[in-house]
């Protein structure tokens, strides 16, 4: 019995629905803040990188400007050129230099181009041939400046000078000065002239010139040595011996035959005399004969002026271009 009440007074001093000691009654959630942070991660760190790389880790930027492969980065490049700039100045002498030199060479071409034109129409009308000029190495643009002109060379083309057909002239003139003084436009320091006559040339030319002689003559011979040419025709032959006679050149008369006799040089002396004297005297600016040689081929002679003025248009139409 007494066992019971044991049992019965334990009971009673336990409650209806036991709790767990470790429990309260009641029990209170964990608290948990407003807005959850997810647990820590660990991220695994990468390999460092190599040292010429310049990021620590893989971190985003900004893409970087490909180059653009056309363009030669090597060498900067500069928008604009500065005064101050060596390279500036030397570029801007460069241009200076060139464009300078450019119009140098346009006007001493044009000079000379204008040059030619003259002289040649002045020496054509002279001799009535064909000519060709050309200055010398000295630039035509300075002589101008000084007002002097030298080494001009001239050449006709070998078909006449005026009527003597076959005669060419190769002419050097210096020291020319244009100065419109009203008696003359300047004045010709030197002129010297070469003149071959050829033996083609004198024929035909007494053929045309001089009367009744003229239309029997059918070839010219030289003879270098004894200084003499000779007429032949159909009825006879004349030998003369060109000689500077009255600053021009004459042909003097040493024999005339005909017919199988000897006839008087009087008989063919003022034709010829007529003749060389229309051909090679009345030159302008003075220009004479100085010397006269026979060679295998024909006749030499030299003519020349010095310190000559040259004559106004009103004077001589041939000079009007100057």
Not at 10 to 22: E, F, G
Not at 85 to 101: E, K, N, R
Not at 104 to 133: F, M, N, P, T
Not at 166 to 195: E, H, N, P, Y
């Amino acid at each position: 019995m007494s066992g019971r009440r044991e049992d019965h007074q334990d009971q009673r001093a336990q409650p209806a629905n036991p709790i767990p000691p470790t429990q309260p009654a009641n029990p209170v959630p964990p608290t948990q803040p407003a807005n959850p942070v997810p647990p820590t991660q660990q991220i695994p760190q990468p390999d460092p990188p190599p040292q010429h790389t310049p990021h620590a880790g893989p971190q985003h930027y900004p893409p970087t400007p490909q180059a653009d492969p056309s363009k030669d980065i090597s060498v900067p490049v500069k928008s604009k050129l500065r005064f101050g700039d060596p390279l500036s100045i030397v570029l801007i002498l460069i241009i200076v230099v060139a464009l300078a030199f450019a119009g140098l060479l346009g006007g001493e071409l044009y000079a000379r181009h204008r040059g030619d034109a003259v002289v040649a129409a002045v020496v054509e009308c002279v001799v009535q041939d064909k000519v060709s000029v050309s200055f010398g190495p000295r630039p035509l643009l300075l002589q101008h400046m000084t007002g002097g002109y030298t080494g001009i060379n001239i050449e006709t083309a070998g078909n006449q000078i005026r009527e003597a057909k076959g005669m060419k002239v190769d002419l050097t003139i210096d020291d020319v000065r244009i100065q419109d003084t009203g008696d003359s436009v300047g004045t010709v320091g030197a002129l010297d002239a070469r003149i071959t006559w050829s033996s083609d040339g004198i024929r035909e030319t007494i053929q045309d010139a001089i009367p009744l002689l003229g239309g029997t003559v059918t070839e010219v011979n030289t003879d270098p040595a004894a200084g003499t040419i000779e007429l032949v025709g159909r009825l006879g032959r004349v030998t003369a011996r060109p000689q500077v006679v009255d600053n021009g050149v004459s042909l003097q008369v040493l024999e005339v035959s005909g017919l199988g006799f000897r006839l008087p040089r009087e008989i063919v002396q003022p034709a010829l005399d007529v003749f060389t004297s229309r051909l090679t005297r009345d030159y302008p600016m003075g220009i004479h004969a100085d010397s006269v040689q026979v060679t295998d081929t024909g006749v030499v002679s030299h003519f020349s002026t010095r310190n000559a003025p040259i004559p106004p248009a009103t004077e001589d139409p041939c000079f009007s271009g100057i």
